[in-house]
């Protein structure tokens, strides 16, 4: 009953063709790309750049799009290791249970069911408002004097349905929608290009500057604050660090391609190449962007609701801040999808191996899809977008997704000493050194992370080992199969 009970590799992998909880490889290394694309370029493009340009970092928010995508980078090759390597649905969870033992798996799927499903609701909430305000139609109503978020509950369904069908239809419809989405966002370079003003990048990195009053007290301030006994301040050095730990939220979506390396028809090979080409494409885009919104409007003036549009507005050219509204709703769909395909695997993994019901983890007979943990997590997904008053929820999420690359970065360092044997398609070079330092640069980051935002995180992760000690550690396959095996050696003994 050891909670640092390990799942050996091979066990991993022979999993992956049981009769009923079998998955279907139908992607390929440009498939995982525009899954990549698709979840990555979302709403931390459309929203967070210019709240985090006001906010603490000035122009200088293009340094912290580039410091938030090396911390990326660092650990997106710990993830391309861990999933050419043992190619299994359920991305940090499947790496930490082959390595770091069953109670930190447990911690980490429940940890990314934590990060996925609050993510996936407040994109769709957010989809809902850029639609209603695009086609000018009331997307919520009151229900019994509560207000029901119809068109998020709508898109959910829709979307889960989609998912539903099949890995590779999803990632066709993927494909066309991140081709228009892409294309707005290098129309927003190209045109808004004509528009900067290089007076307003100065200064480049602004003053630091005592936080605005206003807060909540110290659980407005981030850990590394209240360690240090530094006095909040917005802008300096300081805010450039903290607004890189805010969009880190923007690149949210690399990790889930490693999601898909049960559905991939060659993982060795394609699972680099969709993690490497996702996160390459994004951050130049990011940096551009971010470059291009601060020149065209003063940062002081970015913290609205819709900054990209609202720049162009800024200078006379609504006509294209519409089609940016369009873009915007049209980029945000992708993310839900990929969203909600991510939340199912790792669901689907965690029940397959035992710690949540093996119910869970039925494979549709035509499909090939975990369509049991898809329904029910596009239900969840939607009660929560359609019911729920959620705010924004981006550090929420940062600290999970951070929290999970911390894991996979020093699992990769354990298995390279437990399991040199294994063949490796593509290896972390300079290891240890690299693995660890991605998991420095990550916990560095969510050292930045507001107070309350640990406490949160905390409360999760206390309900997690609550429900790990009371099911999953007697009812996991690790612990179930030896009392069998056990029980039916007695038997013959009997007889």
Known sequence: ?????????????????????????????????????GVIIGTGIFVVTGRQAAENAGPAIVVSFLAAGVVCALAAMCYAEFASTIPVAGSAYTFGYATLGEFIAWIIGWDLILEFTLAASVVSVGWSEYAGDLFGLPTSVPVAGHPVNLGAMAVVLLLGGLGTLGAKLSGRVTAVVVAIKVGIVLFIIAVGAAYVNPANWRPFVPPAAPAPAGGTGAGDSTLTQILLGLDPTSFGLWGVIAAASVVFFSFIGFDIVATTAEETR??????????????????VLYMAVAAVVTGMRPYPELNVEAPLSDAFRSVDAGWAATLISLGGVIGITTVILVLLMGQSRVAFAMSRDGLLPRALSRTHPRFGTPYVTTLLTTGTVALLAGLVPIGTLEEMVNIGTLFAFVVVSVGVVVLRRTRPDLPRAFRVPWSPVLPLLAALACLWLMMNLTVLTWLRFAVWM???????????????????LPRQRTGEEDEGVVA
Not at 1 to 10: A, C
Not at 14 to 36: A, K, Q, S
């Open 462 to 480: 206390a309900l997690g080992v609550a429900v790990y000690l009371l099911y999953g550690m007697r009812r996991s396959r690790l612990a179930v």
């Open 266 to 283: 060659n993982p060795k090979r394609d699972i680099p190449v969709g993690i490497f080409g996702s996160l390459l494409i994004v951050t």
């Open 1 to 37: 009953m050891s909670i640092w009970r390990t799942k050996s590799i091979e066990q991993s992998i022979r999993d992956t063709d049981e009769p009923g909880h079998r998955l279907r490889r139908d992607l390929n290394g440009l498939d995982l790309i525009v899954f990549g694309i």
